[in-house]
């Protein structure tokens, strides 16, 4: 899968689905929790790690941006598919 060296929303709605497996039937493209996500991240991810490789860069403001995207997302009426997937990675369990 190839991304652009810039982040960006596309190519981050193209990870989600491509990299991270997310399925436009449970986050459909117009969900707004992509862009939050995806602002996010690029509020959060120092530029400076870019002087270590633009790719690296956009790669890790793009797992920051699933790593919200998988902790906020609300599921739509009827479907159950982040709350199952918190679960099976154990996102609010508490850990000592």
């Known amino acids: 899968m190839s991304f652009s060296t810039t982040p960006n929303v596309t190519d981050f709605t193209s990870f989600l689905r491509g990299v991270v497996g997310i399925d436009p039937l449970y986050l ?3 969900s707004p929790v992509i862009g939050y996500a995806f602002s996010v991240s690029m509020a959060i991810v120092s530029t400076d790690f870019a002087a270590y490789g633009a790719n690296l860069y956009a790669l890790m403001v793009y797992n920051l941006g699933a790593d919200q ?14 709350v199952e997937l918190r679960k099976s990675l154990g996102i609010n369990l508490f850990l000592p």
């Not at 995207?69 to 982040?82: E, K, L, M, P, S």
């Open 28 to 30: 459909p493209d117009a």
């Open 69 to 82: 995207v998988i902790n906020y997302a609300q599921d739509q009426t009827g479907r159950d598919y982040f």
